[in-house]
């Protein structure tokens, strides 16, 4: 690690219940700690546009969030809105059925038209697999090598919301892996770079994915990761 941790955090501030008043306060908190970005809910980006006009912090959103099932046409107008509004990063979320179901050709189009939208206007896009959801690293494996070709800039372990049913009938999640990390490492390019996000709390988890090769870490425990580093270094 070269520089802080915050500066591989993009401060998630996603979920759903946030006010405008919450989100105004995680935007000021990510200007302070001077992180990579913010990732906020698509309504949101006119706001964190606002706050962080005049810091280096960038402004992001999702696409097709978080199941990924919109149609591309809607993602590619949410991708082409956000960007409009001031967002210079997306992260959008594949169509994991169609993923599942071995339906390629929909999607590398699907992520394909959403990665030309925001690169025909300067923005990156971080591509989602959601890997609670796939039942094989085969799949992962085929994901990686359609967003290389389709010109991602990122691919990305998990929403933060992918919980899954279980048998008894509660839900569990796992998010980021180190399995899923290494794997989607392993079979993409040094061109493609991964965020890892999903249960992401601590320096100690951060500092490890970042060591396998993460460049970004997605994290709504921004605050405590930084000040946890500060305690590992003695501040």
Known sequence: MNHSIARYI????????????AVRQGCQLAARLQVASVCVQPAAVPLAAEVLADSPVAVGTVVGFPQGAHATATKVF????????????????????????????????????????????????????????????????????????????????????GFVKQPEGGYAYRG????????????????????????IRSYEQA????????????????EQIVAQEAQHHGG
């Not at 993009?10 to 946030?18: A, F, K, N, R």
Request: glycine residues 8%.
């Open 78 to 161: 949410e991708a082409q809105l956000a960007c409009r509004q001031g967002a210079v990063e997306l992260d959008m979320v594949i169509h994991v059925g169609k993923a599942r179901g071995g339906d390629w050709d929909y999607v590398a189009q699907d992520i394909r038209e959403v990665v030309q939208a925001a690169h025909d206007r300067g923005a990156i896009v971080k591509v989602i697999f959601e890997n609670d959801f796939l039942p094989s690293d085969e799949i992962k494996i085929r994901l990686c090598h359609i967003c290389e070709e389709a010109g991602a800039d990122y691919v990305k372990t998990s929403t933060g919301f």
């Open 207 to 222: 500092r490890r994915f970042i060591q396998l090769g993460v460049d970004r870490i997605g994290a709504s425990a921004t």
């Open 10 to 21: 993009d401060h998630s501030l996603l979920h759903p219940t946030l006010t405008d008043e």
């Open 176 to 199: 980021a892996t180190e399995h899923d990390v290494k794997l989607m490492r392993a079979h993409c390019s040094p061109r493609v770079k991964i965020k890892a996000a999903g249960g």
